[in-house]
């Protein structure tokens, strides 16, 4: 039974000793976060008719005495008497027939988004249908009624706070005018586009016992047909009706206690749907799998460690590929004309000893090119071999159709990688074709004749620490670039930072050494951003503007010759596609780490922005710096249009 969320903060009084009556208890307890009558306030509101049908009295009681993990609802065993709970429950039961505005029993529009509306995202243009908006990742919308001229004129027209704590770094999607936006904590919502209302919301029960990096984020939903795919915290797949969030089937892609988890929107492929995993910052081995969007079965996976099995076994000492991380924590790019997926490879581990698995330890901080049918590998390039920055290798892979590279065409895949180099490659072939880079590098002295980095030996993390270019937030993030096909310019979201790793693993061990952090740390008030345009053809930067803090919020750009991006300290942003020119920004209050979107209802064009913040993005430094300020911000869901004056 799908169990929704209730009661965010309350505030706590002592009982009078006779046992109050169900409407003083929540007066009392829950009135100053739901309402005087339940209708929401800061905490949402518990009048749906849908919510008050999917939890059964038991549920709330367990709700009202444990509280609700992710979210600011706390616990009242020790407070409230069995009986005291039962009256509250009782009063809840009482609050769709009588509130002053009721909610009524909410779905979504008959929703179908079959495989050919996803190849064909510019037939498709009032929607983003996709993490990226089309299979290529390039995150440029057509409509250009908003442009360079009026952007100034762009006002906030509704937004809609989740109430889900520790930030929000999805790219929404939005489908014939219903919005599905995910959060921390794998909560989903589905939201009216037009008015911002709430038409269901979905949260996952997740165990006590859970494994993960770097946040319980959640960047996003895919949709295929009439389901909506998510990917869990608890390393599960999750198919939701679309219409009204209900579970059509949960399948376990890997357990907790093998320190995995997932966070990434889903690939959905022609009857399939392809999720990576994460874990790679534990002992554990990274995979790609594809599953049956019907039923959930599992149709094939890929190891992105190489074990017995593969060629490439011999890359890792030992047995060290058992554990050797690999994770494929970021979403992936498919050709449906080469029937060819491509995707990210994370870290190896143990992340900064190399001398625990010595070698080039393949296939992790790579892009792999696999089979969709059958999950075979047609080809690969490692970018950090045998990694020991933690540069991984995730980020996104950008399609370019007419990349002009030697006098020749090519159907290129185009990344921008953390270890500070901007990549192209021939897609069907895998060939090289450049790698500049955009960023201060030291750890590469640059390439050989066939495309393969010469690292710095002067550079491998060692005890004493040595100082390296750039520091492990890269470079870029996962944060999504965005290519325009009409300026010939990609997007990037940069980190300039250096760092000093060190390294107290398997040589400071031999040497009995005294032990000592194995990692990095950044170095003081060295740390910034740039919004950067980059020449696809070449890999040279066209403009760039420096930002104050490092960027770690996505891009899009679009037909009006714009582009939108967000900052740590809660500025959405517009500029100039062509000159990088500032050209409007209006202050969300929280930091931005997600990235923007372009929709059309009615023919009216909207931008839509995330924002919410968990902590600081990584490369940030010093005490008391602005963006830090929000470490268990919750999430809101900006919407903007031009300004249309009152008739």
């Not at 005291?84 to 002053?100: D, F, P, Y």
């Not at 586009?193 to 990096?213: M, N, S, V």
């Not at 750009?557 to 020119?581: C, P």
């Not at 940030?620 to 008739?647: H, K």
Request: charged fraction near 20%; aromatic fraction near 10%.
């Amino acid at each position: 039974m799908k169990v929704v969320h209730l009661l965010p903060a309350l505030i706590l009084a002592p009982l009078a000793a006779q046992p109050p009556s169900g409407q003083v208890l929540f007066t009392t307890h829950c009135a100053a976060c739901h309402g005087s009558t339940g209708e929401g306030g800061s905490g949402p509101g518990l009048t749906s008719v849908t919510w008050q049908r999917s939890v059964s009295d038991a549920q709330l009681d367990t709700v009202i005495a444990r509280g609700v993990r992710g979210t600011a609802m706390p616990g009242f065993s020790d407070r409230l008497t069995a009986p005291e709970r039962q009256a509250l429950v009782a009063h809840l039961r009482t609050l769709s027939s009588t509130a002053i505005i009721p909610s009524t029993e909410a779905q979504a529009p008959e929703i179908r988004v079959p495989f050919a509306r996803l190849t064909a995202p510019d037939r498709d243009a009032d929607n983003w249908l996709q993490y990226g908006r089309d299979f290529g990742n390039q995150r440029f919308s057509p409509h250009d009624a908003i442009d360079r001229s009026n952007v100034k004129n762009l006002i906030p027209v509704w937004s809609f706070q989740t109430g889900v704590p520790d930030g929000l770094q999805a790219t929404p999607l939005v489908v014939d005018g219903v919005i599905y936006l995910t959060t921390s904590w794998n909560h989903v919502f589905a939201i009216d586009a037009k008015t911002g209302t709430e038409i269901w919301h979905y949260r996952r029960r997740l165990p006590e016992k859970l494994k993960y990096c770097c946040g319980p984020v959640n960047r996003g939903v895919s949709i295929l047909n009439d389901t909506v795919y998510l990917a869990t915290l608890d390393a599960h797949l999750v198919a939701l009706n679309a219409r009204d969030g209900r579970v059509r089937w949960d399948i376990e892609m890997g357990k907790v206690d093998d320190n995995l988890s997932a966070t990434a929107p889903p690939l959905p492929v022609d009857g399939k749907v392809i999720v990576g995993i994460a874990g790679g910052d534990y002992p554990a081995r990274g995979f790609i799998d594809a599953y049956d969007a019907a039923n959930g079965n599992r149709l094939w996976r890929f190891y992105t460690t190489a074990g017995p099995e593969d060629p490439n076994r011999n890359t890792w000492s030992d047995d060290s590929w058992k554990i050797g991380g690999g994770a494929t924590w970021m979403n992936g790019s498919y050709d449906p004309d080469l029937k060819l997926v491509y995707w990210g490879t994370g870290n190896p581990f143990p992340d900064f000893d190399g001398g625990a698995r010595k070698g080039a330890n393949l296939y992790t901080d790579s892009v792999i090119a696999l089979n969709v049918d059958a999950g075979k590998l047609a080809w690969h390039y490692q970018f950090t071999p045998g990694d020991v920055w933690d540069y991984d290798g995730v980020n996104e892979m950008v399609f370019v159709d007419d990349l002009l590279h030697d006098g020749r065409r090519h159907k290129a895949l185009l990344h921008a990688d953390r270890n500070g180099h901007f990549y192209a490659f021939e897609r069907k072939s895998g060939k090289f074709l450049y790698a500049k880079p955009f960023v201060r590098v030291t750890w590469a002295k640059g390439f050989d004749k066939d495309g393969h980095p010469i690292v710095d030996e002067t550079k491998i993390p060692n005890y004493e620490g040595v100082e390296v270019c750039p520091g492990a937030a890269g470079g870029k993030e996962w944060n999504a670039m965005a290519y325009n096909p009409q300026t010939r310019l990609m997007y990037v979201p940069v980190i300039e930072n250096c760092a000093v790793f060190s390294n107290y693993g398997v040589e400071a061990k031999a040497k009995g050494l005294k032990p000592g952090p194995s990692g990095f740390r950044y170095l003081p008030g060295q740390a910034y951003g740039k919004v950067m345009a980059i020449r696809v053809d070449t890999g040279e930067p066209a403009w760039e503007q420096r930002t104050r803090t490092p960027m770690g919020s996505g891009m899009l750009t679009t037909a009006g010759k714009l582009v939108f991006t967000g900052d740590a300290e809660g500025n959405f942003i517009a500029h100039d596609a062509e000159n990088g020119t500032k050209l409007w920004s209006y202050q969300t209050g929280s930091g931005i780490r997600a990235a923007p979107v372009s929709f059309r209802i009615n023919g009216r064009q909207y931008i839509a922005i995330a924002s919410g913040m968990s902590g600081a993005v990584r490369g940030f430094t010093g005490a008391g710096a602005p963006w830090m300020r929000d470490y268990r911000s919750g999430g809101t869901l900006f919407v903007f249009a031009l300004f249309e004056p009152v008739r």
